[in-house]
């Protein structure tokens, strides 16, 4: 099989810009995990859209199964999308819901006939809408964190909130405010969402989806850190021992909800004073990806190649925790 493996910002989606930092260094630590666990797949060819600007693994170059793509700011990555069209079977795209970026490639690959290694363009739609989302799992039953639209104002409970893009990725964009007077300065309020502040342990979910059945992975507790108003992912523990009854039910039931998710999919959580609470829904590979390997040994990507042609059935090879830093610029 030759699978066309495409990181948004790593591959080229910023060759005509500078290229964001803190979305570098996770995008960098999936691509390589993803590629680690391609490569040791028997019959798997490679092709890697790759930002010339970044440097590549070692590993990468001396392995014959792997093709570099440069993307240099003179291309259209579009147009280099639609030439390997013809030259793979698979595409796995990962990429940020922001700017319906990732449901425009899913959506290309579909309409292109290619096997598409993520959640259908459908899924992705409805998962990077964090209103739209939060009504449809709201009028399901889910446990929520609430979600408000700037019409809503006259209906907030009291404050502190935070201030997310509606279609935001990781924590890029999203402040705290104390006061309704803090609301003013937000430019083009329809491209935000609210949610009250609530304290607690930050959690993550990663599963398996296929045909509306979902698989708990495991779970991992995310370190963010407070910068003032905004937020920064520090760390992940990967494969925490956080396990309750309620998260593979929490599971099944986003599965049946949303029947699109398909393969590699996070699930962020809040563990509050109320209990457990959906944040948001990620269809598609999240940073946690890179530390399955080392911690339950297994080879995920193979998993999830698997799906083409059989049901799920990932199975652990060990339990341990991996705490993944995440790099950041020195300021």
Not at 219 to 224: F, G, H, T, V, Y
Not at 264 to 271: A, E, R, S
Not at 275 to 303: D, F, H
Request: with cysteine; net charge negative.
């Amino acid at each position: 099989m030759r699978i066309l493996v495409f990181e948004f910002i790593t591959g080229g989606g910023f060759n005509n810009n500078f290229l964001p930092h803190s979305l570098v260094q996770e995008g960098e630590l999936m691509r390589l995990a993803l590629l680690l666990d391609l490569m040791a797949i028997p019959a798997i060819e490679v092709s890697l859209m790759h930002d010339p600007r970044l440097p590549l693994d070692k590993r990468m170059l001396d392995n014959q199964m792997v093709k570099i793509i440069p993307i240099t700011p003179q291309q259209d990555f579009w147009q280099v999308l639609a030439e390997q069209a013809p030259l793979c079977d698979a595409v796995w795209p990962i990429a940020p819901e922001s700017e319906g970026v990732l449901q425009a490639i899913s959506y290309w690959v579909e309409a292109s006939g290619l096997k598409l290694l993520g959640s259908s363009s459908e899924a992705v739609a409805l998962t990077a809408d964090k209103y739209r989302l939060f009504k449809r799992l709201e009028h399901q039953g889910i446990p929520l964190v609430k979600t408000y639209t700037f019409t809503e104002l006259d209906v907030l409970p009291s404050g502190p909130w935070v201030i997310k893009p509606r279609d935001g990725v990781g924590c890029e964009g999203i402040v705290r405010v104390n006061s309704v007077v803090d609301f003013k300065a937000v430019t083009d309020p329809e491209k935000f969402i609210i949610q009250p502040f609530e304290a607690g342990k930050l959690l993550s979910l990663s599963c398996l989806f296929k045909g509306g059945r979902g698989v708990l992975i495991c779970m991992n507790e995310q370190s963010i850190k407070q910068n003032e108003e905004t937020f920064e992912l520090e760390r992940i523990t990967v494969n925490v021992n956080q396990m309750t009854a309620e998260v593979p039910v929490l599971v099944e039931q986003l599965a049946n909800i949303i029947p699109g998710l398909w393969g590699y999919v996070g699930i962020d959580l809040i563990l509050s004073t109320e209990g457990l609470k959906v944040l948001e829904v990620n269809p598609r590979l999240t940073t946690s990806y890179s530390g399955i390997r080392c911690a339950l040994g297994s080879n995920l990507g193979a998993s999830i190649i698997a799906l083409l042609t059989g049901d799920i059935n990932f199975k652990a090879q060990c339990n341990q925790s991996i705490t993944i830093e995440i790099p950041r610029e020195k300021r």
